[in-house]
């Protein structure tokens, strides 16, 4: 109390408030009064105590306080302070709040309604953190960087307000115990973006920019523009295994026509694991260009990716509706044979955008996996760029995928993302990629079918009929032969025809109804 108040006293410079208690840890300071609000710069450091080793060891704790204390307030004259190594835990309101025009604040390796796994009856009475100052930094990518944030009868953080851009949040655990396994979680979403919360970044690429978001009610909810979510478990134990689902609702949702938001990216790392959550992997309530790319998405109750109304939005002639995403129509695939481990895919694609580029990615299951009829995404494949004709139709056709370890009887499905900006693909995810449409049908995964030598043998100067007959092979599924791809042709005179009186040219491909 007296150091806060010696710090706010002492302007214009910036105080470190250091610890020194005697005996072993945790100590515990029970506060009989409301800690006073830091107004100038200080830095609170519970990591100096001699006994810290890495884990918070000093608690400050506000249960004997009234109703509407915080424990820790940054006003709008502390710009620049951090917090690190404190238990914050028992008081009525938030456990730390940063007030608008608190800018620069940092958080770091706290644990924030918890005084380790296996605690209860240690959260704080509204939100864990509440942010509305600008460019806060909750957690980071250093050793025990990162903050827990659990057990609170609110959000785990919650940004808000015009004020509350640039937040980042990088390597917390939120909803589960410090051993990022066990846990109660918060009484509602793990992080809140609310209005005005723009440009903030959660996550990373990196391993050490993961957050685990899980056990909550939700795991993120955003209602404001231009975030990145990237790299983070959301529904998952700390080693992306074990469901810790979001308890209530989704893994991500956004809503309130919040625009320009990225749940994943293109880059190594950036995909999130979005699993067991009680709803929708991914539900996209309104709001347009948001884009969900390169993400590891299953076993969530309800649909991998959800746009507007719950469940599957069945494509439209020319995508002319309107809704979240515009209703992005998905990928309809149409071939998918597997031949060792390449993948050869045929689809097509009809949209609204006329001579506009869309990432189509493919991803993968199991056959005995449950997912939804529209599938998740369990296992990424790959991608491929598509340009649409002036009908808004695309297609792909024979597209190779390698590297892939599905066998015939699994399953694959597929996204399309508009693409905004192609100068900026590679360049900036968010600048690059705009829509993104829920999943496409789980569509089965054949053999390839093997063709076996066969001669045709015909009179000199004699027209020869082929039919599908002289096209011999064999076929794990013993599927009938839909086409045949012309790959050498070398004529001594004359001309190949097929049934409709077309020349056949090396390269192309005839239907079993031009073989006839």
């Known amino acids: 109390y007296e150091a806060i108040q010696d710090a706010n006293a002492n302007t214009g410079v910036t105080d470190t408030i250091t610890f020194n208690i005697p005996g072993a840890g945790p100590h515990v300071i029970n506060l009989t009064a409301a800690l006073p609000a830091i107004t100038d710069t200080v830095i609170i450091d519970g990591t100096t105590d001699p006994d810290y080793a890495g884990d918070p060891l000093i608690q400050i704790d506000g249960r004997a306080l009234g109703a509407g204390v915080n424990g820790l307030t940054f006003t709008a004259t502390s710009d620049g302070s951090e917090v690190r190594g404190l238990m914050i835990t028992g008081f009525t309101q938030h456990g730390i709040q940063v007030d608008s ?14 005084t380790g796994t296996g605690s209860v009856g240690d959260g704080n009475g509204n939100t864990g953190i509440y942010i509305q100052g600008a460019n806060t930094v909750v957690g980071g990518t250093g050793a025990n960087d990162g903050n827990v944030i659990t057990n609170n009868a609110n959000e785990g953080i919650n940004v808000t307000g015009s004020g509350a851009t640039g937040t980042i949040i990088q390597g917390n655990i939120i909803g589960l115990d410090p051993d990022g396994a066990s846990g109660s979680g918060n009484a509602d979403v793990g992080i809140a973006l609310l209005s005005g919360a723009h440009n903030t970044t959660i ?9 685990i978001i899980s056990n909550n009610f939700e795991g993120i909810e955003i209602n404001s523009n231009n975030n990145t979510v990237q790299g983070n478990y959301i529904g998952t134990d700390i080693t992306g295994t074990l469901d810790r689902g979001n308890r209530s609702d989704d893994g991500v949702e956004i809503q309130s026509g919040a625009t320009g938001n990225l749940i994943g990216g293109t880059v190594a790392g950036a ?7 009680a709803r929708d992997g991914v539900y996209l309530a309104s709001g347009s260009g948001n884009t969900v790319l390169g993400n590891v998405i299953h076993s969530n109750s309800d649909l991998g990716i959800d746009l507007g109304t719950s469940g599957v939005t069945a494509n439209d002639a020319n995508d002319s509706d309107g809704g979240s995403n515009n209703t992005q129509n998905f990928p309809v695939i149409t071939q998918a044979a597997i031949s060792g481990t390449n993948l050869t895919l045929s689809g097509t694609l009809d949209t609204d955008g006329v001579s506009t ?6 991803y993968g299951k199991a056959a005995g996996t449950t997912d939804a009829s529209n599938g998740e995404g369990r296992v990424y494949l790959g991608s491929t760029v598509v340009t649409t004709d002036g009908s808004g139709d695309a297609s792909f056709s024979n597209l190779v995928l390698n590297g892939v370890t599905l066998v015939a009887g699994d399953f694959v499905t597929a996204t399309a993302t508009r693409i905004s900006d192609p100068g900026q693909v590679g360049i900036d995810d968010q600048l ?3 829509s993104t449409s829920e999943f496409a049908a789980n569509v089965n995964i054949n053999d390839i079918p093997v063709a076996t030598p066969n001669t045709v043998i015909t009179t ?5 009929n082929f039919s599908v007959s002289d096209f011999t092979y064999t076929d794990t599924e013993g599927d009938a032969l839909v086409s045949a791809t012309i790959t050498n042709l070398s004529l001594a005179g004359g001309a190949l025809t097929h049934s409709g009186g077309t020349t056949v040219n090396s390269g192309d491909t005839l239907t079993a109804a031009q073989l006839d």
């Open 101 to 114: 025009g608190a800018d620069g604040i940092t958080i770091t390796n706290n644990w924030i309604g918890t």
């Open 271 to 277: 995909g999130n694991l979005i699993a067991f959550n």
């Open 460 to 464: 000199e100067d004699n027209a020869h």
């Open 432 to 434: 690059a990629y705009g």
């Open 203 to 211: 996550g990373g690429s990196t391993a050490a920019a993961r957050n």
């Open 357 to 362: 580029q869309y990432r189509i990615e493919f």
